[in-house]
Protein backbone atom coordinates (compact mmCIF):
# COMPACT_ATOMS: atom_id res chain seq x y z
CA UNK A 1 0.00 0.00 0.00
CA UNK A 2 1.44 3.38 -0.92
CA UNK A 3 1.12 6.70 0.76
CA UNK A 4 -0.47 9.75 -1.23
CA UNK A 5 1.01 13.56 0.09
CA UNK A 6 -2.63 13.67 1.22
CA UNK A 7 -2.43 11.61 3.85
CA UNK A 8 -3.49 8.50 1.95
CA UNK A 9 -6.10 9.22 1.32
CA UNK A 10 -7.21 10.62 -2.13
CA UNK A 11 -10.90 9.14 -2.76
CA UNK A 12 -13.53 8.15 -1.27
CA UNK A 13 -15.94 9.05 1.88
CA UNK A 14 -12.77 10.72 4.20
CA UNK A 15 -12.10 13.45 1.35
CA UNK A 16 -15.97 13.92 0.53
CA UNK A 17 -17.37 14.58 3.37
CA UNK A 18 -14.08 15.33 6.40
CA UNK A 19 -11.48 17.11 4.40
CA UNK A 20 -11.64 20.49 4.60
CA UNK A 21 -12.73 22.80 2.19
CA UNK A 22 -9.20 24.05 0.27
CA UNK A 23 -6.97 24.08 -2.79
CA UNK A 24 -4.04 23.49 -1.11
CA UNK A 25 -1.81 20.64 -1.02
CA UNK A 26 0.74 19.07 0.87
CA UNK A 27 4.72 20.53 -0.50
CA UNK A 28 2.58 22.77 -2.81
CA UNK A 29 4.62 25.80 -3.10
CA UNK A 30 7.95 23.19 -2.65
CA UNK A 31 11.41 23.72 -4.68
CA UNK A 32 12.72 20.96 -6.52
CA UNK A 33 16.17 20.96 -6.75
CA UNK A 34 19.06 18.52 -6.46
CA UNK A 35 17.69 15.94 -5.50
CA UNK A 36 15.62 17.53 -2.49
CA UNK A 37 11.65 18.37 -2.24
CA UNK A 38 11.81 20.89 0.31
CA UNK A 39 9.74 24.04 1.80
CA UNK A 40 11.09 27.18 0.54
CA UNK A 41 10.95 28.94 3.94
CA UNK A 42 10.96 26.06 7.20
CA UNK A 43 13.74 23.86 5.60
CA UNK A 44 16.46 27.27 5.05
CA UNK A 45 15.23 29.18 8.17
CA UNK A 46 16.07 26.05 10.10
CA UNK A 47 19.05 25.04 8.42
CA UNK A 48 20.26 28.45 8.85
CA UNK A 49 19.86 28.72 12.41
CA UNK A 50 21.04 25.59 13.61
CA UNK A 51 24.10 26.57 11.38
CA UNK A 52 24.49 29.41 13.88
CA UNK A 53 23.71 27.26 16.72
CA UNK A 54 26.55 25.18 15.60
CA UNK A 55 28.95 27.90 15.19
CA UNK A 56 28.27 29.80 18.41
CA UNK A 57 28.52 26.59 20.51
CA UNK A 58 31.92 25.86 18.63
CA UNK A 59 33.57 29.48 18.69
CA UNK A 60 32.21 30.01 23.09
CA UNK A 61 34.13 27.18 24.09
CA UNK A 62 34.15 27.11 27.92
CA UNK A 63 31.84 30.17 28.00
CA UNK A 64 28.85 27.66 25.92
CA UNK A 65 29.33 25.22 28.92
CA UNK A 66 28.41 27.97 31.41
CA UNK A 67 25.69 29.12 29.46
CA UNK A 68 24.35 25.78 29.31
CA UNK A 69 24.17 25.02 32.86
CA UNK A 70 23.07 29.12 33.50
CA UNK A 71 20.14 27.75 31.11
CA UNK A 72 19.32 25.14 32.71
CA UNK A 73 19.39 26.18 35.94
CA UNK A 74 16.62 29.30 34.90
CA UNK A 75 14.15 26.50 33.32
CA UNK A 76 14.69 24.13 36.36
CA UNK A 77 14.07 26.76 39.15
CA UNK A 78 11.36 28.63 37.46
CA UNK A 79 9.44 26.76 35.02
CA UNK A 80 9.01 23.06 36.85
CA UNK A 81 5.93 23.75 38.08
CA UNK A 82 4.54 24.25 34.49
CA UNK A 83 6.42 21.08 32.95
CA UNK A 84 4.70 18.92 35.90
CA UNK A 85 0.88 20.26 35.09
CA UNK A 86 1.10 20.02 31.60
CA UNK A 87 2.13 16.46 31.53
CA UNK A 88 -1.20 15.73 33.78
CA UNK A 89 -3.20 17.77 31.50
CA UNK A 90 -2.09 15.23 28.56
CA UNK A 91 -2.58 12.33 30.75
CA UNK A 92 -6.21 13.59 31.24
CA UNK A 93 -7.01 14.11 27.61
CA UNK A 94 -5.51 11.60 26.13
CA UNK A 95 -7.79 9.26 28.72
CA UNK A 96 -10.87 10.85 27.39
CA UNK A 97 -10.02 10.68 23.78
CA UNK A 98 -9.53 6.89 24.10
CA UNK A 99 -12.03 6.09 26.83
CA UNK A 100 -15.10 8.38 25.72
CA UNK A 101 -17.56 8.34 22.41
CA UNK A 102 -14.14 9.47 20.43
CA UNK A 103 -12.85 5.89 20.68
CA UNK A 104 -14.51 4.64 18.00
CA UNK A 105 -13.47 7.47 15.63
CA UNK A 106 -10.59 4.96 13.52
CA UNK A 107 -7.65 6.72 12.21
CA UNK A 108 -7.64 7.51 8.85
CA UNK A 109 -11.78 7.23 8.46
CA UNK A 110 -13.89 4.26 8.29
CA UNK A 111 -12.55 2.98 4.99
CA UNK A 112 -8.78 2.99 6.19
CA UNK A 113 -6.91 -0.37 6.53
CA UNK A 114 -4.05 -1.05 8.52
CA UNK A 115 -0.57 -0.69 7.32
CA UNK A 116 1.43 -3.14 9.88
CA UNK A 117 1.21 -5.66 11.85
CA UNK A 118 0.28 -5.29 15.76
CA UNK A 119 3.91 -7.07 16.25
CA UNK A 120 5.86 -4.60 13.66
CA UNK A 121 3.59 -1.46 14.89
CA UNK A 122 4.47 -2.24 18.96
CA UNK A 123 8.05 -3.00 17.66
CA UNK A 124 9.10 0.17 15.82
CA UNK A 125 7.07 2.82 18.32
CA UNK A 126 9.05 1.08 21.49
CA UNK A 127 12.08 1.29 19.29
CA UNK A 128 11.77 4.71 18.60
CA UNK A 129 10.13 5.76 21.96
CA UNK A 130 12.38 4.47 24.94
CA UNK A 131 15.36 2.65 23.57
CA UNK A 132 18.44 4.23 24.19
CA UNK A 133 17.20 6.01 27.30
CA UNK A 134 15.76 2.59 28.86
CA UNK A 135 19.52 1.17 28.26
CA UNK A 136 21.89 4.57 30.14
CA UNK A 137 19.03 4.96 32.54
CA UNK A 138 17.80 1.85 33.87
CA UNK A 139 21.12 0.62 36.03
CA UNK A 140 21.88 4.34 37.08
CA UNK A 141 18.60 5.78 37.94
CA UNK A 142 17.96 3.40 40.79
CA UNK A 143 21.30 3.37 41.63
CA UNK A 144 21.58 6.74 42.29
CA UNK A 145 18.16 7.36 44.66
CA UNK A 146 19.15 4.87 46.54
CA UNK A 147 21.81 6.24 47.92
CA UNK A 148 20.34 9.65 47.47
CA UNK A 149 16.67 9.20 48.27
CA UNK A 150 13.94 11.44 46.64
CA UNK A 151 12.59 13.55 48.84
CA UNK A 152 8.98 12.62 48.47
CA UNK A 153 9.64 9.26 50.21
CA UNK A 154 10.30 8.69 54.07
CA UNK A 155 13.37 5.69 53.20
CA UNK A 156 17.00 5.66 55.01
CA UNK A 157 19.85 5.20 52.18
CA UNK A 158 21.21 2.09 51.48
CA UNK A 159 17.90 -0.27 53.15
CA UNK A 160 15.43 -1.97 51.20
CA UNK A 161 12.60 0.45 51.84
CA UNK A 162 14.96 2.89 49.69
CA UNK A 163 15.37 0.33 47.03
CA UNK A 164 11.02 0.94 46.98
CA UNK A 165 11.41 4.28 46.80
CA UNK A 166 13.92 3.79 43.73
CA UNK A 167 12.32 1.58 41.83
CA UNK A 168 8.82 4.13 42.24
CA UNK A 169 10.48 7.27 41.33
CA UNK A 170 12.05 5.09 38.35
CA UNK A 171 8.98 3.46 36.99
CA UNK A 172 7.03 7.43 37.72
CA UNK A 173 10.03 8.78 34.94
CA UNK A 174 9.39 6.18 32.14
CA UNK A 175 5.70 5.13 32.66
CA UNK A 176 2.75 6.77 32.00
CA UNK A 177 3.55 9.89 32.06
CA UNK A 178 6.14 9.71 28.84
CA UNK A 179 3.64 7.77 26.84
CA UNK A 180 1.02 10.15 26.97
CA UNK A 181 3.11 12.75 25.68
CA UNK A 182 4.04 10.29 22.75
CA UNK A 183 0.24 9.31 22.12
CA UNK A 184 -1.47 12.88 22.30
CA UNK A 185 1.51 13.62 20.05
CA UNK A 186 0.52 11.40 17.88
CA UNK A 187 -3.37 11.10 17.66
CA UNK A 188 -3.12 14.65 16.65
CA UNK A 189 -0.71 14.37 13.99
CA UNK A 190 -2.27 11.34 12.69
CA UNK A 191 -5.93 12.78 12.76
CA UNK A 192 -5.48 15.65 10.74
CA UNK A 193 -3.22 14.44 8.18
CA UNK A 194 -5.19 11.04 8.00
CA UNK A 195 -8.96 12.20 8.81
CA UNK A 196 -8.31 15.35 7.11
CA UNK A 197 -6.06 15.59 4.68
CA UNK A 198 -3.45 17.98 6.04
CA UNK A 199 -0.06 17.96 5.65
CA UNK A 200 2.13 15.71 8.17
CA UNK A 201 3.79 18.39 9.77
CA UNK A 202 2.32 20.50 13.26
CA UNK A 203 0.65 23.28 11.78
CA UNK A 204 -1.93 20.83 10.60
CA UNK A 205 -2.82 20.31 14.52
CA UNK A 206 -3.67 24.04 14.68
CA UNK A 207 -6.18 23.99 11.97
CA UNK A 208 -9.30 24.33 13.81
CA UNK A 209 -7.74 27.89 15.05
CA UNK A 210 -5.70 28.86 12.34
CA UNK A 211 -7.59 27.69 8.97
CA UNK A 212 -5.42 28.48 6.04
CA UNK A 213 -3.36 30.24 8.28
CA UNK A 214 -1.28 27.53 8.95
CA UNK A 215 -0.04 27.37 5.68
CA UNK A 216 1.16 30.90 6.45
CA UNK A 217 3.92 32.25 8.83
CA UNK A 218 1.80 30.75 11.79
CA UNK A 219 2.64 27.52 10.28
CA UNK A 220 6.24 28.26 9.67
CA UNK A 221 6.61 29.11 12.98
CA UNK A 222 4.97 26.10 14.71
CA UNK A 223 7.05 23.57 12.23
CA UNK A 224 10.64 25.98 12.75
CA UNK A 225 9.69 25.09 16.73
CA UNK A 226 9.19 21.80 16.19
CA UNK A 227 11.96 20.87 13.81
CA UNK A 228 14.39 22.26 17.03
CA UNK A 229 12.36 20.41 19.50
CA UNK A 230 12.73 16.99 17.71
CA UNK A 231 16.63 17.81 16.76
CA UNK A 232 17.87 18.90 20.35
CA UNK A 233 15.67 15.88 21.60
CA UNK A 234 17.49 13.53 19.42
CA UNK A 235 20.53 14.95 19.58
CA UNK A 236 19.90 14.06 23.68
CA UNK A 237 19.35 10.77 23.08
CA UNK A 238 22.28 10.06 20.80
CA UNK A 239 24.82 11.74 22.79
CA UNK A 240 23.43 9.82 25.68
CA UNK A 241 24.21 6.35 23.60
CA UNK A 242 27.62 7.29 22.55
CA UNK A 243 28.49 7.73 25.54
CA UNK A 244 27.19 4.30 26.98
CA UNK A 245 28.66 2.26 23.02
CA UNK A 246 32.13 4.14 24.48
CA UNK A 247 32.19 2.64 28.24
CA UNK A 248 30.59 -0.20 26.86
CA UNK A 249 33.40 -1.10 24.79
CA UNK A 250 35.87 -0.14 27.07
CA UNK A 251 35.04 -1.84 29.67
CA UNK A 252 33.85 -5.09 27.98
CA UNK A 253 36.82 -5.45 25.90
CA UNK A 254 39.53 -3.87 28.38
CA UNK A 255 38.36 -4.53 31.93
CA UNK A 256 36.71 -7.52 31.32
CA UNK A 257 38.26 -9.13 28.85
CA UNK A 258 41.82 -7.22 28.69
CA UNK A 259 41.81 -7.51 24.81
CA UNK A 260 42.32 -3.78 23.94
CA UNK A 261 42.23 -0.37 26.01
CA UNK A 262 39.80 1.61 24.30
CA UNK A 263 39.89 5.68 25.33
CA UNK A 264 36.64 7.34 26.32
CA UNK A 265 35.84 10.85 26.08
CA UNK A 266 34.78 13.60 23.76
CA UNK A 267 37.03 12.77 20.58
CA UNK A 268 36.41 8.75 20.44
CA UNK A 269 32.38 9.61 20.84
CA UNK A 270 32.45 12.00 18.28
CA UNK A 271 33.97 9.18 16.02
CA UNK A 272 31.61 6.59 17.24
CA UNK A 273 28.72 9.06 16.04
CA UNK A 274 30.47 9.34 13.00
CA UNK A 275 30.46 5.41 12.42
CA UNK A 276 27.14 4.74 13.68
CA UNK A 277 25.49 8.36 11.80
CA UNK A 278 26.91 6.51 8.57
CA UNK A 279 25.43 2.76 9.50
CA UNK A 280 22.09 4.95 10.10
CA UNK A 281 22.47 6.63 6.66
CA UNK A 282 22.49 3.04 4.86
CA UNK A 283 19.58 1.90 6.83
CA UNK A 284 17.56 5.39 6.56
CA UNK A 285 18.08 5.64 2.55
CA UNK A 286 16.09 2.18 2.22
CA UNK A 287 13.07 4.06 3.45
CA UNK A 288 10.41 3.29 6.39
CA UNK A 289 9.54 -0.51 5.15
CA UNK A 290 12.99 -1.73 4.18
CA UNK A 291 15.25 -0.21 6.71
CA UNK A 292 12.86 0.99 9.93
CA UNK A 293 10.35 -1.61 10.42
CA UNK A 294 13.00 -3.80 9.44
CA UNK A 295 16.09 -2.60 12.44
CA UNK A 296 13.14 -1.97 14.82
CA UNK A 297 12.17 -5.42 15.10
CA UNK A 298 15.70 -6.71 15.52
CA UNK A 299 15.95 -3.92 18.20
CA UNK A 300 12.92 -6.33 19.76
CA UNK A 301 14.12 -8.98 19.76
CA UNK A 302 17.61 -8.03 20.66
CA UNK A 303 15.82 -6.51 23.94
CA UNK A 304 13.86 -9.83 24.49
CA UNK A 305 16.72 -11.87 24.87
CA UNK A 306 19.06 -9.86 26.95
CA UNK A 307 16.10 -9.15 28.69
CA UNK A 308 15.19 -12.96 28.89
CA UNK A 309 19.19 -13.99 29.64
CA UNK A 310 19.13 -11.27 32.65
CA UNK A 311 15.50 -13.09 33.99
CA UNK A 312 17.56 -16.50 33.78
CA UNK A 313 20.23 -15.76 35.24
CA UNK A 314 20.03 -12.94 37.43
CA UNK A 315 18.03 -12.82 40.70
CA UNK A 316 14.84 -13.78 39.19
CA UNK A 317 12.61 -13.99 42.38
CA UNK A 318 13.88 -10.77 43.58
CA UNK A 319 13.66 -9.55 39.99
CA UNK A 320 9.42 -10.21 39.51
CA UNK A 321 9.16 -9.35 43.48
CA UNK A 322 10.82 -6.04 42.88
CA UNK A 323 8.33 -5.26 39.96
CA UNK A 324 5.65 -6.13 41.58
CA UNK A 325 5.88 -4.63 44.96
CA UNK A 326 7.30 -1.12 42.94
CA UNK A 327 4.14 -0.84 40.43
CA UNK A 328 2.11 -1.30 43.74
CA UNK A 329 3.87 1.57 45.10
CA UNK A 330 3.96 3.65 42.22
CA UNK A 331 0.46 2.88 41.40
CA UNK A 332 -0.87 3.89 45.03
CA UNK A 333 1.43 7.36 44.84
CA UNK A 334 0.72 7.93 41.03
CA UNK A 335 -1.26 10.86 41.28
CA UNK A 336 0.43 12.46 45.27
CA UNK A 337 3.79 11.90 43.32
CA UNK A 338 2.62 13.51 39.71
CA UNK A 339 1.78 16.87 40.95
CA UNK A 340 4.71 17.07 43.68
CA UNK A 341 7.30 19.63 43.33
CA UNK A 342 9.31 19.76 46.54
CA UNK A 343 8.08 23.75 46.90
CA UNK A 344 6.70 23.22 50.63
CA UNK A 345 9.37 20.98 52.39
CA UNK A 346 13.01 19.48 51.40
CA UNK A 347 13.33 17.29 48.15
CA UNK A 348 12.61 19.36 45.36
CA UNK A 349 16.19 18.22 44.18
CA UNK A 350 14.64 14.90 42.12
CA UNK A 351 12.18 16.70 40.65
CA UNK A 352 13.91 19.76 39.31
CA UNK A 353 17.32 17.62 38.60
CA UNK A 354 15.46 13.81 37.01
CA UNK A 355 11.41 15.11 36.78
CA UNK A 356 11.67 18.66 35.33
CA UNK A 357 14.35 16.99 32.59
CA UNK A 358 12.69 14.04 32.14
CA UNK A 359 9.10 15.81 31.32
CA UNK A 360 10.82 18.48 29.07
CA UNK A 361 13.05 15.84 27.15
CA UNK A 362 10.11 13.72 26.41
CA UNK A 363 8.11 16.76 25.38
CA UNK A 364 10.94 17.59 22.95
CA UNK A 365 11.02 14.18 21.74
CA UNK A 366 7.59 14.14 21.31
CA UNK A 367 7.27 15.43 17.84
CA UNK A 368 9.43 12.69 16.71
CA UNK A 369 8.03 9.38 18.26
CA UNK A 370 4.62 11.37 17.84
CA UNK A 371 4.89 11.55 14.70
CA UNK A 372 6.44 8.43 13.80
CA UNK A 373 3.74 6.83 15.53
CA UNK A 374 1.61 8.69 13.70
CA UNK A 375 2.84 7.85 10.36
CA UNK A 376 2.58 4.10 11.31
CA UNK A 377 -0.98 4.13 12.99
CA UNK A 378 -3.14 4.93 9.57
CA UNK A 379 -6.03 1.90 10.14
CA UNK A 380 -6.85 1.90 14.12
CA UNK A 381 -9.45 3.50 16.45
CA UNK A 382 -8.80 6.22 19.15
CA UNK A 383 -9.06 3.55 21.88
CA UNK A 384 -6.67 0.73 20.14
CA UNK A 385 -4.54 3.77 19.49
CA UNK A 386 -4.25 4.73 23.03
CA UNK A 387 -4.29 1.57 24.51
CA UNK A 388 -1.79 0.08 22.15
CA UNK A 389 0.55 3.43 22.68
CA UNK A 390 -0.14 3.96 26.51
CA UNK A 391 -0.31 0.90 28.40
CA UNK A 392 1.97 -1.72 26.76
CA UNK A 393 5.14 -0.10 26.56
CA UNK A 394 4.56 1.59 30.20
CA UNK A 395 4.33 -1.99 31.56
CA UNK A 396 7.05 -3.22 29.60
CA UNK A 397 9.14 -0.44 30.60
CA UNK A 398 8.37 -1.08 34.16
CA UNK A 399 9.52 -4.61 33.78
CA UNK A 400 12.86 -3.66 31.74
CA UNK A 401 13.81 -1.35 34.69
CA UNK A 402 12.92 -3.94 37.49
CA UNK A 403 14.89 -6.34 35.75
CA UNK A 404 17.78 -4.41 34.98
CA UNK A 405 17.26 -1.82 37.87
CA UNK A 406 16.10 -4.60 40.88
CA UNK A 407 19.76 -6.50 39.90
CA UNK A 408 21.36 -3.63 40.83
CA UNK A 409 19.33 -3.20 43.82
CA UNK A 410 19.43 -6.36 44.83
CA UNK A 411 23.40 -6.37 44.55
CA UNK A 412 23.34 -3.33 46.28
CA UNK A 413 20.75 -3.77 49.09
CA UNK A 414 21.91 -7.68 50.32
CA UNK A 415 24.83 -8.32 48.09
CA UNK A 416 28.29 -7.53 47.68
CA UNK A 417 27.66 -3.88 46.83
CA UNK A 418 29.68 -3.58 44.14
CA UNK A 419 27.67 -2.34 41.35
CA UNK A 420 27.37 1.05 43.12
CA UNK A 421 31.00 0.69 44.04
CA UNK A 422 31.84 1.10 40.60
CA UNK A 423 28.99 3.81 39.69
CA UNK A 424 30.39 5.86 42.39
CA UNK A 425 34.00 5.69 40.88
CA UNK A 426 33.06 5.79 36.99
CA UNK A 427 29.67 7.09 36.50
CA UNK A 428 26.67 6.70 34.93
CA UNK A 429 27.51 4.95 31.37
CA UNK A 430 29.54 2.10 33.11
CA UNK A 431 26.19 1.18 35.50
CA UNK A 432 24.84 -1.39 33.25
CA UNK A 433 28.18 -3.03 32.72
CA UNK A 434 28.99 -3.39 35.97
CA UNK A 435 25.90 -4.93 36.86
CA UNK A 436 25.65 -7.72 33.82
CA UNK A 437 29.69 -8.50 35.36
CA UNK A 438 28.22 -9.90 38.68
CA UNK A 439 26.32 -12.65 36.25
CA UNK A 440 27.35 -15.33 34.53
CA UNK A 441 28.75 -14.66 30.64
CA UNK A 442 28.80 -10.74 31.67
CA UNK A 443 31.25 -9.73 29.09
CA UNK A 444 29.15 -11.60 26.40
CA UNK A 445 25.74 -10.08 27.83
CA UNK A 446 27.89 -6.85 27.55
CA UNK A 447 28.63 -6.79 24.23
CA UNK A 448 24.73 -7.73 23.60
CA UNK A 449 23.89 -4.58 25.83
CA UNK A 450 26.39 -2.77 23.62
CA UNK A 451 25.17 -4.15 19.95
CA UNK A 452 21.74 -2.99 21.29
CA UNK A 453 22.53 0.50 22.49
CA UNK A 454 23.84 0.66 18.80
CA UNK A 455 20.79 -0.20 16.73
CA UNK A 456 18.34 1.43 19.18
CA UNK A 457 20.87 4.64 17.70
CA UNK A 458 20.68 3.74 14.37
CA UNK A 459 16.53 3.66 14.54
CA UNK A 460 16.37 6.33 16.05
CA UNK A 461 18.37 8.35 14.26
CA UNK A 462 16.48 6.97 11.30
CA UNK A 463 13.22 7.80 12.45
CA UNK A 464 14.16 11.34 13.54
CA UNK A 465 15.47 11.50 9.96
CA UNK A 466 12.34 10.62 8.25
CA UNK A 467 10.05 13.24 10.56
CA UNK A 468 12.58 15.59 9.96
CA UNK A 469 11.84 15.22 6.32
CA UNK A 470 8.42 15.49 6.94
CA UNK A 471 8.64 18.84 8.42
CA UNK A 472 10.93 20.42 5.77
CA UNK A 473 9.46 19.06 2.85
CA UNK A 474 5.43 21.30 3.79
CA UNK A 475 4.33 17.49 5.38
CA UNK A 476 4.88 15.21 2.20
CA UNK A 477 4.75 11.62 3.40
CA UNK A 478 7.71 10.33 0.27
CA UNK A 479 10.43 12.18 0.44
CA UNK A 480 13.77 12.05 -1.40
CA UNK A 481 16.37 9.88 -0.55
CA UNK A 482 18.96 12.19 -0.85
CA UNK A 483 17.08 14.24 1.82
CA UNK A 484 17.03 11.59 3.89
CA UNK A 485 20.35 11.22 4.39
CA UNK A 486 21.07 14.43 4.55
CA UNK A 487 19.54 14.99 8.05
CA UNK A 488 20.85 11.77 9.46
CA UNK A 489 24.21 13.22 8.77
CA UNK A 490 22.91 16.83 9.99
CA UNK A 491 21.59 14.85 13.36
CA UNK A 492 24.65 13.68 14.40
CA UNK A 493 26.37 16.58 13.75
CA UNK A 494 24.61 18.25 15.89
CA UNK A 495 25.16 15.84 18.68
CA UNK A 496 28.82 15.56 18.30
CA UNK A 497 28.96 19.88 18.58
CA UNK A 498 26.84 20.07 21.58
CA UNK A 499 29.66 16.80 23.04
CA UNK A 500 32.34 18.99 22.13
CA UNK A 501 30.45 22.43 23.44
CA UNK A 502 30.14 21.10 27.02
CA UNK A 503 29.20 17.52 27.27
CA UNK A 504 25.69 15.92 28.29
CA UNK A 505 25.08 19.28 30.54
CA UNK A 506 24.63 20.98 27.34
CA UNK A 507 22.68 17.90 25.61
CA UNK A 508 19.88 18.09 28.44
CA UNK A 509 20.08 22.03 28.24
CA UNK A 510 19.22 22.09 24.63
CA UNK A 511 16.11 19.55 25.20
CA UNK A 512 14.89 21.50 28.64
CA UNK A 513 14.68 24.68 26.77
CA UNK A 514 13.67 23.79 23.31
CA UNK A 515 10.57 21.54 25.41
CA UNK A 516 9.54 24.57 26.82
CA UNK A 517 8.28 26.43 24.06
CA UNK A 518 6.59 23.23 23.18
CA UNK A 519 5.13 22.65 25.78
CA UNK A 520 2.65 25.63 25.29
CA UNK A 521 2.40 24.51 22.25
CA UNK A 522 0.64 21.04 23.04
CA UNK A 523 -1.18 22.49 25.96
CA UNK A 524 -3.03 24.22 22.98
CA UNK A 525 -3.25 21.32 20.71
CA UNK A 526 -5.39 19.63 23.86
CA UNK A 527 -7.58 21.56 22.43
CA UNK A 528 -7.08 21.51 18.54
CA UNK A 529 -7.49 17.55 18.43
CA UNK A 530 -10.79 18.02 20.44
CA UNK A 531 -12.21 19.98 17.98
CA UNK A 532 -11.20 17.72 15.73
CA UNK A 533 -12.57 14.66 16.82
CA UNK A 534 -16.08 16.35 17.89
CA UNK A 535 -16.06 17.48 14.44
CA UNK A 536 -15.40 14.14 13.30
CA UNK A 537 -18.00 12.28 15.56
CA UNK A 538 -20.68 14.96 14.34
CA UNK A 539 -20.59 14.11 10.87
CA UNK A 540 -20.24 10.23 11.90
CA UNK A 541 -23.66 10.77 13.52
CA UNK A 542 -25.07 13.00 10.84
CA UNK A 543 -28.15 11.94 8.72
CA UNK A 544 -26.34 12.52 6.28
CA UNK A 545 -23.27 10.36 6.42
CA UNK A 546 -26.16 7.57 7.04
CA UNK A 547 -27.81 7.99 4.29
CA UNK A 548 -24.26 8.34 2.37
CA UNK A 549 -23.33 4.50 3.83
CA UNK A 550 -26.70 3.60 2.10
CA UNK A 551 -26.32 4.68 -0.97
CA UNK A 552 -22.49 2.77 -1.07
CA UNK A 553 -25.00 -0.05 0.07
CA UNK A 554 -26.95 -0.38 -2.59
CA UNK A 555 -24.03 0.22 -4.99
CA UNK A 556 -22.04 -2.74 -3.92
CA UNK A 557 -21.83 -5.51 -1.43
CA UNK A 558 -20.05 -4.24 2.14
CA UNK A 559 -19.79 -4.65 5.73
CA UNK A 560 -20.28 -1.78 8.05
CA UNK A 561 -19.40 -2.21 11.27
CA UNK A 562 -20.84 -0.06 13.93
CA UNK A 563 -19.66 0.51 17.75
CA UNK A 564 -22.50 0.20 20.07
CA UNK A 565 -24.08 3.46 19.82
CA UNK A 566 -24.80 3.08 15.87
CA UNK A 567 -21.67 4.66 15.25
CA UNK A 568 -20.17 3.41 12.04
CA UNK A 569 -16.44 2.40 12.79
CA UNK A 570 -15.51 0.90 9.61
CA UNK A 571 -16.36 -0.59 6.16
CA UNK A 572 -14.84 -3.31 4.36
CA UNK A 573 -15.82 -4.73 1.02
CA UNK A 574 -17.60 -8.19 1.51
CA UNK A 575 -15.49 -10.09 -0.02
CA UNK A 576 -12.37 -9.02 2.84
CA UNK A 577 -11.57 -11.29 5.25
CA UNK A 578 -12.26 -9.90 9.02
CA UNK A 579 -9.43 -8.92 11.45
CA UNK A 580 -6.61 -8.73 9.19
CA UNK A 581 -3.73 -6.73 9.87
Known amino acids: MSDSDDGGMSEGLQVELFHPESDRKPGDT ?3 RLGFDIHPIVFPVAL ?42 FIVTILYFALGKFGTIRIGGVEA ?12 LFSAGMGIGLMFFSVSEPLYYVSNVPGFYNAEAGTGAAGVA ?8 WGFHPWAIYGLVGLGLAFFSFNRGLPLTFRSIFWPLLGERIYGWPGHVIDLVTVFATLFGLATSLGLGVAQVNTGLSYVLGDMLGLVSIPTGTIPQVLLIA ?37 IVGPTLYIFGAWVEGLGAYFGSLLSLSFFTGTMGEGGGTVGAWTVFYWAWWIAWSPFVGMFIARISKGRTVREFVMGVLFLPSLFSTLWLAAFGGSALQNTIVGNGQVLA ?12 AMLEQFPLGAISGLLATLLVITFFVTSSDSGSLVIDHLTSGGKHDVPKVQRIFWAVTEGAVAAVLLIGGGLNALQTAAIATGFPF ?5 LMCYTVYQGLSNEHEILSSEKFAERIQDLSDESEID ?3 SGNETVTEIRSGADTEGSD
Open 30 to 32: NIQ
Open 275 to 311: GITAIATLSVAAGLEGGVKRLSTINLYLMLTLLGFLL
Open 422 to 433: TYNEFGQTVAMF
Open 560 to 562: VVT
Open 166 to 173: AMTQTFFH
Open 113 to 124: EKEFSDFAWMAM
Open 519 to 523: AVILV
Open 48 to 89: LLIGVFIAVTLLLGDQAAQAYSAVRSFFEGNFGWFYLLAVNI
